[in-house]
């Protein structure tokens, strides 16, 4: 019944900028009540999900050392939706990023259901 849907992905210049969005759906039958964190996470074939960033309901962000100063997340609580703006990006930034909506809670018809859910994943590969 829900989805994380991911946008923004693509191929960029090291030292250049792209902007991934993604956006929590729930079918006509359900509704979104609450979300209580939106992360991104990252993972090279062969190496573990690493955590790039996350945003709490409330506004609280934990961020990689990795990635600090350069890629900053944000969210909107009333469109479900969280950004990650990354800026300055190296080589080293290519990866698959899944979102990660944690503890999403929707009501149904047969009551409210809350469950942790990931996105597809978006390919960022950073290469001259």
Same mark, same amino acid.
């Given at each position: 019944?829900?989805? %994380?849907?991911?946008?923004?992905? !693509? *191929?960029?210049?090291?030292?250049?900028?792209? @902007? *991934?969005?993604? /956006?929590?759906?729930? #079918?006509?039958?359900?509704?979104? %009540? #609450?979300?209580?964190?939106?992360?991104?996470? @990252?993972?090279?074939?062969?190496?573990?999900? /690493? %955590?790039?960033?996350?945003?709490?309901?409330?506004?609280?962000?934990?961020?990689?050392?990795?990635?600090?100063? @350069?890629?900053?997340?944000?969210?909107?609580?009333? +469109?479900? =939706?969280?950004? *990650?703006?990354?800026?300055? *990006? +190296?080589? /080293?930034? =290519?990866?698959?990023?899944?979102?990660?909506? /944690?503890? %999403?809670?929707?009501?149904? =018809? $047969?009551? &409210? $259901?809350?469950?942790?859910?990931?996105?597809? !994943?978006?390919?960022? &590969?950073? #290469?001259?």
């Amino acid at each position: 019944q829900v989805q %994380l849907v991911e946008a923004g992905g !693509g *191929l960029v210049q090291p030292g250049g900028s792209l @902007r *991934l969005s993604c /956006e929590a759906s729930v #079918s006509a039958s359900a509704q979104i %009540l #609450s979300i209580n964190t939106m992360a991104w996470y @990252r993972q090279v074939p062969g190496q573990q999900r /690493e %955590l790039v960033a996350s945003v709490t309901s409330g506004g609280t962000i934990t961020s990689a050392d990795s990635v600090k100063g @350069r890629f900053t997340i944000s969210m909107d609580n009333f +469109k479900n =939706t969280v950004f *990650l703006q990354m800026n300055s *990006l +190296k080589p /080293e930034d =290519t990866a698959i990023y899944y979102c990660n909506a /944690e503890r %999403l809670a929707i009501a149904t =018809t $047969i009551g &409210t $259901i809350t469950h942790d859910y990931w996105g597809q !994943g978006t390919q960022v &590969t950073v #290469s001259s």
